[in-house]
Antibody, heavy 118, light 106 residues
Framework: QVQLLQSGAEVKKPGASVKVSCKPS????????IHWVRQAPGQGLEWMGI????????TYAEKFQGRVTMTWDSSTSTVYMELTSLRSDDTAVYYC???????????WGQGALVTVSS | VLTQSPGTLSLSPGERATLSCRAS???????LAWYQQKPGQAPRLLIY???SRATGIPDRFSGSGSGTDFTLTISGLEPEDFAVYYC?????????FGPGTKVDIK
């Protein structure tokens, strides 16, 4: 069955970086894109960007340009999302989700809570 | 930009829920989705392509609309349906979500 397994919760200090992983299984990974979405406490869903594991190409939301990097490690079949220069308002649950090109997002990871606090 | 109304809908089990999603510009109906989210859980896909139910979604959930106005209808609320619902356009970047409608128990 399709699964997206994310890394665990992290606590970071302001100014630090965090790298969240998402390991897909149960399907041919190169046939789908991976999106990253975050949700601050009590807030809605915010799209951060997309990566194609087959090509490594990425598109980031304008808000995160310059601070986010999404990568695919073919040796471990894992997607990573790194966010730098963390601020307190980056405290959120970070989700990965799978979608075909132009398709709907039927499968999501369980989420990874990132807390930014001094 | 997607806006959803109302922000909160207070209803009793068995009642019909009508949730609205309005776009600031026309959305291709092939790329409009609805999600349900419960506390501590990831979003769950309910509807894609405006009106197609995702696998395993009961038929009390239905979607409709076109252009800039879309609707999610829950024909008779079950206890497990009390949650937050988000609409989303997934046709092109940026892949935006509405702010959500919370359906709570009256």
């Amino acid at each position: 069955q399709v699964q997206l397994l994310q890394s665990g919760a992290e606590v970071k200090k302001p100014g630090a970086s965090v790298k969240v992983s998402c390991k897909p299984s149960g399907y041919l990974i190169i046939n789908y894109y991976i999106h990253w979405v975050r949700q601050a406490p009590g807030q809605g869903l915010e799209w951060m960007g997309i990566i194609s594991p087959s090509s490594g190409s990425t598109t980031y939301a304008e808000k995160f340009q310059g601070r986010v990097t999404m990568t695919w490690d073919s040796s471990t079949s894992t997607v990573y999302m790194e966010l730098t220069s963390l601020r307190s308002d980056d405290t959120a649950v970070y989700y990965c989700a799978r979608a075909p090109r132009g398709g709907y997002w039927a499968y999501w990871g369980q989420g990874a809570l990132v807390t930014v606090s001094s | 930009v997607l806006t959803q109304s109302p922000g909160t809908l207070s209803l009793s089990p068995g009642e019909r829920a009508t949730l609205s999603c309005r776009a600031s510009q026309s959305v291709d109906s092939r790329y409009l989705a609805w999600y349900q989210q419960k506390p501590g859980q990831a979003p769950r896909l309910l509807i894609y392509g405006t009106s197609s139910r995702a696998t395993g979604i009961p038929d009390r959930f239905s979607g409709s609309g076109s252009g800039t106005d879309f609707t999610l209808t829950i024909s008779g609320l079950e206890p497990e349906d009390f949650a937050v619902y988000y609409c989303q356009q997934y046709g092109s970047s940026p892949f935006t979500f509405g702010p959500g409608t919370k359906v709570d128990i009256k």
